[in-house]
């Protein structure tokens, strides 16, 4: 049985069974208390056993834990007291992702991996405008129109209010000013630079479960400390996005003697604020179900009561540190928080709650039989790894050496809803042209004719022939030169 040891006191130490890292976990606590030192000292603990992780980094300093810790006397003095043996500061390996493709490699889906539930509440989409960008995506997939990213979204919209009512009897009311709202809040999400997500190459799920040549979990870093800033509600759609995609193309694995990925998300409460009831139901579904397809998941907020209780209740590691209590609304959030840990009869889990120092926790596991374990009030390991961030210069090297150095830096812009559409209303307004030199040279000549039926048909036909042909060539072409996801 692989573990991943917590933490410990007086020499008892408390670890989690690495069967039970499918099981999910949240670690929460006041701001200072400790709470990225814990998601670090687990991610380590994951990585060793052969474990891929990912995780978002939201302050900008978990780089170091690509680097070896520092040797420090309160270090020393934690290891003794913990009663680590083999204790060893070094780091592991690691590949940083950045959204702005600044520091680390761009991470990129397209308009039509996204979805219209998750691009409406990245929209902040009312019902009815949530009901229309839901027909816009049917009439893209009814008229094989690629939605690749926010170029294409707009010349579909743009396409769609252009049609005078065409589309009605089949695709219901689609109101012009409900078109005119998402393309307003499309500009406002370009402004926070979601342009540099929605594209191609679109990431491959399968770059984020990695595994080095000695058999360590690769750990994924994703700098959010940009994102965070400009734009939270992306931050917080991407990070939905890639647990739904990991749902969607993982295979199930039933029972397993460790995870395959393990998923860390700071500032949890980002992901279900203002969220609709709709696509919480979602993420609840799939954090239940996505255990299967041997995936953890792993909440860091201040509070365990900023998670949906729905949630909260599957969640098998909880790593609680200090909360203070200033106004009687803080104290009964502890209390809330408190009744969450099965009961030990050697702790007052409330009053110890507010006493824990920094780098102290209280913590409970799920034991092999699946129920969890009594709180624990323990000293969080150190890490192996670096406490801060690396510096400019050593990230710079890591994104050079990386195995996927070139693979994403360069954006595809292929063949799309864009171009199809600019190429359609192009093709429109020259048939109308012609069609109007054709009257006036009607009248012109008194009424003749100049043009038989037969070679209308065949001057159309040749046209249509000529630009289908034409527009499957090119993109055979560059099918075969860039892939198809």
Known sequence: ?????????????????????????????????????????LAEGFAKIGVPVFLADIKGDLSGITA???????IDERVKEIGIKNYEQKGNPAIFWDIFGKTGHPVRATITDMGPLLLSNLLELNDVQTGVLYSCFKIADDNGLL???????????????????????????????????????LLVLEEQGAEHFFGEPAIQLEDFCKTDFSGNGVISILDATDLVNKSPRLYATFLLWLLSELFENMPEVGDADRPKLVLFFDEAHLLFEQAPKALVDKIEQIVRLIRSKGVGVYFISQSPLDIPDRILGQLGLKVQHALRAYTPKDQQVIKSVAETFRANRKINTEEAIQELKTGEALVSVLLEDGSPSQVERILIRPPSSQIGSITEEQRADLLRRSPFHGRYEEEIDRDSAYEMLKEKTEQQRQDEQEEKQAKQEKKASGGRQRQTVSEA??????????TTVGRQIVRGIMGSLLGRR
């Open 1 to 41: 049985m692989q573990e991943i040891l917590i933490g410990g006191h007086n020499r008892k130490q408390v670890l989690m069974n690495a069967a039970m890292g499918n099981r999910h976990g949240m670690i929460s606590g006041a701001t200072g208390t400790g709470k990225t030192v814990t998601l670090q000292i």
């Open 457 to 466: 048909f065949l001057k159309n036909a040749a046209r249509s022939i000529g």
């Open 68 to 74: 070896p810790g520092k040797p420090h006397a309160k």
């Open 147 to 185: 939605l690749l990213d926010l170029k294409d979204l707009r010349a579909l919209l743009t396409w769609v209010g252009n049609q005078d009512g065409g589309l009605q009897a089949e695709y219901g009311n689609i109101a012009t000013t409900s078109l005119g709202s998402i393309q307003r809040q």
